[in-house]
């Protein structure tokens, strides 16, 4: 999945735009490597997002199309 829709589905970003935005500004990180919003996501891997002076750090556990607001939190792990 790529790595603008996963921050949208799994709730960390609320709007995909802003999630491309985020990447292009080099403030997303997969495996501790800046990425592009098209760059793959899957099972495993750690993303890094610097909100301002905030830096949140998860681990990807699930990858699904759709989810439901409550379930949102299931997809990743907090690190």
Known sequence: MRLDKYLKISRLIKRRTVAN????????????????????????????????SKNVKVEVLDIKETVRKEDAENLFRYL
């Open 21 to 52: 935005e985020a990447c292009d500004a080099g403030r997303v990180l997969v495996n501790d490597r800046p990425a592009k919003a098209s760059a793959q996501v899957k099972a495993g891997d750690t993303i890094e997002i610097q909100f301002g």
